[in-house]
C-alpha cells in the first residue's frame, strides 16, 4: 500500500473511530446530580458558564486526563498535599451529573411545549363553552355574575377551572339549551379531560414538578449550567496539577475537555454496547 492510500485509510479509520464514539449515548445519573447539586448552588450567579460544550466529550476527556494525572499520584500525594486529590477523581461522576442536567432541561422543554399546547387546546374549547353558557345567561337560566367570573381569569389555571367549571355547567343544563348553542358530549369530556390534566401538571407533585413551562425550564437550565461551571473548575484544577506534573508536555496528555483530538488518537475509548 503506497504512503498515500496509508494515510487516507488511517484518517477513514480515525474519522470512523470518532463517528462511533460520537453515536454512543451519555446516559446522566440522579444520585450524581443530587451530590453535586448543593455544591453547584453555591456558586455567585455572575460566575455561571452557559453550557455550549458536548458534555459526551468533556466527560471521556476528562477520564482521559484523570487517568494521565493519576498515573503519577505518588508524586501528587507528596509534592501537592493540597491539590485535593480525591475532588479530582469526582470529575467523571460530576460530567454525568450535568449529563442528567441536560436531559432535565430537555425533559422540562418537552412538558412546557405540551402544556402550551394543553392551554391552547383549553382556550378555544372555552370560547366555544363560553358561547352556549352566554345563551343561557339571557334566557335567566344562569346568573350572569357567575360568567363574569369565568372571563376575569386569562392564565393557565384560570383557562383549566373555566373548562371545568363551564363542561359542569353546560353538562347538567344541556337539556335547556337549543341545538344551536347546544355542544356535544364529546366536547365535554374533552373539555374535563383537558381541564383535569392542566391541574394536574401545574399543582406540585405532577408531571411538571413543582414549576411549569418557563420556569421549569428556567430552573433545569440554570442547574445544568452551574453544574457545566462546577465541572470547568474541577477541570482547571486537575489541569494546574497536570503542569506541575508534565510542564510543557501537558497539552499533550490532557485533552481540553471540547477536544476531539482524543477521539482521533483513540486516546477516548467508545462505550461497549
Same mark, same amino acid.
Given at each position: 500500500? !503506497?504512503?498515500?492510500?496509508?494515510? !487516507?485509510?488511517?484518517?477513514?479509520?480515525?474519522?470512523?473511530?470518532?463517528?462511533?464514539?460520537?453515536?454512543?449515548?451519555?446516559?446522566?445519573?440522579?444520585?450524581?446530580?443530587?451530590?453535586?447539586?448543593? &455544591?453547584?448552588?453555591?456558586?455567585?450567579?455572575?460566575?455561571?458558564?452557559?453550557?455550549?460544550?458536548?458534555?459526551?466529550?468533556?466527560?471521556? $476527556?476528562?477520564?482521559?486526563?484523570?487517568?494521565?494525572?493519576?498515573?503519577?499520584?505518588?508524586?501528587?500525594?507528596?509534592?501537592?498535599?493540597?491539590?485535593?486529590?480525591?475532588?479530582?477523581?469526582?470529575?467523571?461522576?460530576?460530567?454525568?451529573?450535568?449529563?442528567?442536567?441536560?436531559? #432535565?432541561?430537555?425533559?422540562?422543554?418537552?412538558?412546557?411545549?405540551?402544556?402550551?399546547?394543553?392551554?391552547?387546546?383549553?382556550?378555544?374549547?372555552?370560547?366555544?363553552?363560553?358561547?352556549?353558557?352566554?345563551?343561557?345567561?339571557?334566557? @335567566?337560566?344562569?346568573?350572569?355574575?357567575?360568567?363574569?367570573?369565568?372571563?376575569?381569569?386569562?392564565?393557565?389555571?384560570?383557562?383549566?377551572?373555566?373548562?371545568?367549571?363551564?363542561?359542569?355547567?353546560? @353538562?347538567?343544563?344541556?337539556?335547556? &339549551?337549543?341545538?344551536?348553542?347546544?355542544?356535544?358530549?364529546?366536547?365535554?369530556?374533552?373539555?374535563?379531560?383537558?381541564?383535569?390534566?392542566?391541574?394536574?401538571?401545574? #399543582?406540585?407533585? @405532577?408531571? !411538571?414538578? $413543582?414549576?411549569?413551562?418557563?420556569?421549569?425550564?428556567?430552573?433545569?437550565?440554570?442547574?445544568?449550567?452551574?453544574?457545566?461551571?462546577?465541572? $470547568?473548575?474541577?477541570? #482547571?484544577?486537575?489541569?494546574?496539577?497536570?503542569?506541575?506534573?508534565?510542564?510543557?508536555?501537558?497539552?499533550?496528555?490532557?485533552?481540553?475537555?471540547? !477536544?476531539?483530538?482524543?477521539?482521533?488518537?483513540?486516546?477516548?475509548?467508545?462505550?461497549?454496547?
Amino acid at each position: 500500500m !503506497s504512503g498515500k492510500k496509508k494515510k !487516507s485509510q488511517k484518517a477513514k479509520d480515525g474519522a470512523s473511530v470518532e463517528s462511533a464514539a460520537l453515536e454512543a449515548p451519555l446516559v446522566g445519573s440522579k444520585s450524581a446530580y443530587d451530590k453535586f447539586a448543593a &455544591l453547584a448552588q453555591e456558586i455567585d450567579r455572575r460566575e455561571l458558564l452557559p453550557m455550549r460544550g458536548d458534555v459526551w466529550l468533556a466527560y471521556h $476527556n476528562a477520564r482521559a486526563a484523570l487517568d494521565a494525572v493519576m498515573s503519577r499520584e505518588a508524586t501528587i500525594k507528596a509534592e501537592l498535599p493540597a491539590a485535593g486529590v480525591e475532588g479530582l477523581r469526582e470529575m467523571p461522576e460530576l460530567a454525568l451529573a450535568v449529563a442528567f442536567a441536560d436531559e #432535565q432541561v430537555e425533559r422540562a422543554s418537552t412538558l412546557a411545549e405540551e402544556l402550551d399546547e394543553l392551554v391552547h387546546r383549553a382556550r378555544r374549547l372555552r370560547k366555544r363553552l363560553l358561547k352556549s353558557a352566554d345563551a343561557l345567561a339571557e334566557a @335567566g337560566v344562569v346568573p350572569e355574575s357567575d360568567l363574569e367570573k369565568i372571563r376575569r381569569g386569562d392564565g393557565p389555571v384560570d383557562a383549566a377551572d373555566d373548562l371545568l367549571e363551564l363542561a359542569a355547567l353546560l @353538562g347538567s343544563r344541556e337539556g335547556t &339549551l337549543k341545538k344551536k348553542h347546544a355542544v356535544p358530549g364529546k366536547k365535554l369530556a374533552e373539555s374535563l379531560e383537558i381541564g383535569a390534566e392542566i391541574k394536574g401538571r401545574l #399543582q406540585p407533585g @405532577g408531571p !411538571s414538578g $413543582n414549576g411549569a413551562g418557563s420556569a421549569e425550564v428556567a430552573f433545569a437550565e440554570e442547574m445544568r449550567d452551574r453544574l457545566w461551571t462546577l465541572l $470547568n473548575d474541577r477541570y #482547571q484544577r486537575l489541569w494546574r496539577v497536570g503542569a506541575y506534573l508534565f510542564g510543557q508536555s501537558v497539552e499533550e496528555r490532557l485533552p481540553a475537555l471540547q !477536544s476531539r483530538a482524543a477521539l482521533r488518537k483513540g486516546v477516548v475509548k467508545t462505550r461497549k454496547s
